[in-house]
């Protein structure tokens, strides 16, 4: 079965662009939910979605944007870029949110770098 | 505010040792529990979870939750220099409305 799949797996952008990142869930999963992750603040939760729903959303600011399509494939997309944007970018699928034994599995990653 | 706290280490153990990672939470509405490990430069891999009082075992590694102390622990036997990473536990709230919360991870470091 195949992973989690996330494109790009890399990216450099300048200031002010605007960068779109795609997710495919493990087949099967409905469920999909994008981190941030960066060596001072750890794993930050961005949003989730379900069924093409935003179920939750982090503290992120509204630069910050996502969406899922109906094969429950996402993407997230941030504009106006800065610097401590710079992150890595993980998305999770799992089956269900929400459920006590609901695994939740990690794509490789989008390593955006903004100059 | 929820938070999942880690020490961050690192914790280094000789081969063949036990690792033992430790991972505590405030919200007693807590019902499920992670462990991932991440290795540098790479995402993090689901190890086990665990969401009853007591241990879990699967092969080397071993769960503990308690609930009353509000405390869930990775325990790693014969340590290996593969299992150098970054270990995050998560938590999942009872409500089921919430997403998963990470604390920011222990590193740990086995030394051959």
């Known amino acids: 079965k195949a992973g989690v799949t996330q494109t790009p797996r890399y990216l450099i952008k300048t200031r002010g662009q605007q960068v779109t990142l795609s997710c495919s869930p493990i087949?099967?999963?409905?469920?999909v939910s994008w981190y941030q992750q960066t060596p001072g603040q750890g794993l930050q939760f961005l949003f989730e979605?379900?069924?093409?729903?935003?179920?939750n959303k982090g503290n992120f600011p509204g630069r910050f944007s996502g969406r899922q399509f109906s094969n429950s494939r996402s993407e997230m997309n941030v504009s106006t870029l800065e610097l401590g944007d710079s992150a890595l970018y993980l998305c999770a699928s799992s089956r269900w949110p929400g459920q006590g034994n609901n695994e939740q599995f990690f794509g490789p990653g989008t390593r955006l770098t903004v100059l | 505010q929820k938070e999942v706290e880690q020490n961050s280490g690192p914790l280094s153990v000789p081969e063949g040792a036990i690792a033992s990672l430790n991972c505590t939470y405030s919200?007693?509405?807590?019902?499920?529990f992670f462990w991932y490990r991440q290795y540098s430069g790479k995402s993090p891999e689901l190890i086990m979870f665990i969401y009853s009082n007591g241990d879990k075992e699967d092969g080397r590694f071993t769960a503990q939750l308690n609930k009353a102390s509000q405390y869930v622990s990775l325990l790693i036997r014969d340590s290996q220099p593969s299992d150098s990473a970054t270990y995050l536990c998560a938590v999942l709230l009872l409500s089921g409305n919430t997403p998963l919360v990470f604390g920011k991870g222990t590193r740990l470091s086995v030394i051959a």
């Open positions: 979605y379900f069924s093409e729903t935003q179920r």
């Open positions: 087949s099967g999963h409905r469920s």
């Open positions: 919200d007693r509405g807590s019902q499920s």
